[in-house]
């Protein structure tokens, strides 16, 4: 199994900065694809960003150019770099894995964006 624990969620302004940090514990060997994921209220869970063991990554439309995804391999941790966010980026924040196992997601952090 493995456990993921997020941080750095909270309240930050239109157009501000913001990292969100996400750290793997357990059957970490096991890590393929680190993704995070989130979830506002009345709206299904959406993929944000993606990256692969070899560090190809992938972003939703409406957050390209403006976040980036980065992981640690020696560490396995996984960061989201939220930059210019918008109001419309407020939500739960969740990170997920894809292992040999299986998926595994975190417990969320919050981040709303307003001034």
């Known amino acids: 199994q493995v456990q993921l624990v997020e941080s750095g969620g909270g309240l930050v302004q239109p157009g501000g900065s913001l990292r969100l940090s996400c750290a793997a514990s357990?059957?970490?060997?096991?890590?393929?694809?680190m993704d995070w994921y989130r979830q506002a209220p009345g709206k299904e869970r959406e993929l944000v960003a993606q990256?692969?063991?070899?560090?190809?990554?992938n972003y939703a439309d409406s957050v390209k150019g403006r976040f980036t995804i980065s992981r640690d391999n020696a560490k396995v941790n996984v960061y989201l770099q939220m930059n210019s966010p918008k109001p419309e980026d407020t939500a739960v924040y969740y990170c997920?894995?894809?292992?040999?196992?299986?998926?595994?997601w975190g417990q969320g952090t919050q981040v709303t964006v307003s001034s």
């Open positions: 997920h894995v894809i292992t040999t196992s299986g998926g595994y």
């Open positions: 357990g059957s970490i060997f096991s890590i393929n694809t």
């Open positions: 990256i692969t063991s070899g560090g190809r990554t």
